[in-house]
């Protein structure tokens, strides 16, 4: 979301600038004191190639590269700890989903050890705009072929027990109106761009 | 009392077993849900990833369609902690940004709906069983008191933080879910990790990272002596439940904790036949847990196959209770 904040800039837009304008509302991250909470509270901080303190000091510093090049957003499980905690009340977990945006647009999640991340979110994405709903067997069957064809082996026991428990469908669930969804879907592209 | 309800995906199949429980307890509560007619996925951590408009507009048709049902008091409540974050996220950036609002509406527009911020309250399912109904009205139906069992209450993250529509319970040590579980007469533990993250997603992206943070429930669990993990989410107990087994394996560990959606516990105090709950939908057993209280559940469904590597160390089991 263009926020009125690039339009009034006497100079032109920094990274900081731009993170800030494609996330949602304020995010505050121009307030960020460098306290290292984030950090702190972060379940799967010690994965990450920079923390998100650290991930702000170089947005901060205008290094998009690295920036988009790093795990973190990846890493981000989507707790809401640091957000909670975060005594500038910066929209952490709002920016970590707008880094994977941009990262996904540059592309260069495809140098950081999270290369798959992005294609599970996409093939998730594909199923509920042809269904309307999620379908969990046809997207681990498709992320796992994909990525770990190896790996089919070790998880088609809990797959096969999850169907024998009646806790997966063999095939999807279609919406009544999914002409509807997908014209919602197709303007929203429109207007939202790739973002 | 009459809400609308949003099951999503999960509760369509993985987990059954918490919509069949929240069904079940609903009747003796007085609480009628009338579910979104034609409802479509929340996009989950998903779809945001990838498409911010996207992701606000495919929540926004649910909310359209929630703000069309003529009967259920302008709310909308969601027993999965995803949904109902992503439901109550939408609304809340709605509000804030006319700017969005406008777009998410000119998408909307395009199937013919259209939602106005706020004219739904999105609710998490425990909030209004604590707060609608309230303790007192629970525990006038307990005929079962779930004496002996002792219950590590598990909250997740979403439905404590980031409180998109107000919060109903402290954001990092909640105690609305120990008191519903003290009401049904279970002996309820300290439990510091409750609000720890189970890994949502990790387990298709990094599973050394996911299993960590699951380990790291298990054994929280554990130290307390827990005969069962309480849950409210389907990703949590998911991840807890049928990946327990990767876990154990992948850090020799022997844990066998079942993990119960606590409408579940609530039909068990209730008096509820285990079968009407979706009981023996778990991975792991919980006959053991269960029989300490005198509840006979049904024998699981697929049973699970012992898979304990031959190398691992000796460690305490479960009774097994045949």
């Known amino acids: 979301m263009a926020t009125a904040t690039t339009t009034t800039l006497a100079r032109a837009p920094t990274f900081l600038d731009e993170v800030i304008a494609a996330t949602p509302g304020d995010p505050h991250l121009e307030l960020c004191l460098q306290c290292g909470t984030c950090g702190g509270s972060c379940p799967s901080g010690p994965d990450m190639d920079h923390t998100p303190r650290h991930l702000f000091a170089l947005i901060a510093a205008g290094m998009k590269d690295e920036v988009l090049r790093s795990n973190t957003p990846w890493y981000c499980v989507s707790c809401y700890y640091c957000m909670a905690r975060c005594p500038q009340e910066i929209h952490i977990t709002d920016l970590m989903y707008t880094l994977k945006r941009m990262a996904i647009q540059e592309g260069l999640y495809r140098e950081s050890s999270a290369a798959e991340a992005p294609e599970f979110s996409e093939t998730f994405i594909d199923l509920v705009e042809n269904y309307g709903r999620s379908f969990e067997l046809g997207l681990a069957t498709r992320h796992y072929l994909r990525h770990h064809p190896l790996d089919v082996v070790k998880m088609a026991p809990m797959a096969l027990d999850l169907l024998r428990k009646g806790r997966m469908d063999l095939t999807p669930r279609r919406i009544k109106k999914i002409d509807q969804l997908k014209a919602i879907l197709a303007k929203a592209r429109e207007l939202g761009g790739a973002a | ?322």
């Open chain 2, 1 to 322: 009392m009459k809400y609308g309800y949003y099951p999503g995906c999960s509760l369509e199949r993985n987990a059954i077993a918490y919509h069949k429980s929240a069904m079940a307890v609903a009747a003796p509560l007085e609480i009628e849900f009338v579910e979104v007619e034609d409802w479509n996925c929340c996009g989950a951590t998903e779809y945001i990833t990838v498409d911010l408009l996207g992701a606000h507009a495919l929540v926004g048709r649910n909310l359209a369609l929630a703000a069309q049902q003529p009967d259920n008091g302008h709310q909308l409540v969601a027993p999965c902690s995803a949904c109902f974050l992503n439901l109550s996220k939408t609304d809340r950036y709605m509000l804030d940004s006319p700017e969005l609002a406008e777009k998410v509406n000119a998408a909307l527009a395009a199937g013919g709906l259209h939602y106005t911020p706020g004219s739904v309250r999105v609710r998490h399912l425990l909030d209004v069983i604590v707060n609608d109904v309230g303790y007192d009205a629970v525990a006038e139906k307990v005929t079962r008191p779930l004496q002996g069992l002792r219950v590590a209450p598990y909250y997740g993250c979403l439905i404590v933080r980031p409180g998109y529509q107000g919060v109903f319970d402290d954001p990092e040590y909640p105690t609305s879910l120990d008191k519903l579980m003290r009401t049904l007469g279970a002996k309820v533990v300290d439990f510091p990790l409750k609000t720890h993250c189970c890994g949502g997603h990790m387990t298709q992206i990094s599973q050394s990272t996911a299993f960590e943070l699951i380990r790291r429930l298990l054994k929280n669990a554990a130290d307390y002596d827990a005969d069962v993990i309480v849950t409210l989410c389907p990703m949590c107990q998911l991840n807890l439940d049928a990946y327990q087994d990767a876990v154990n394996r992948h850090f020799k560990t022997d844990y066998h904790i079942p993990i119960l959606y606590f409408t579940q516990l609530m039909g068990l105090a209730f008096g509820i036949p285990p079968k009407e709950l979706g009981i023996g939908k778990e991975f792991v057993d919980a006959r053991p847990a269960l029989a300490k209280v005198g509840a006979e559940a049904p024998a699981p469904e697929a049973p699970r196959r012992k898979r304990r590597p031959k190398e691992a160390l000796p460690m305490p089991r479960m009774p097994e209770e045949e």
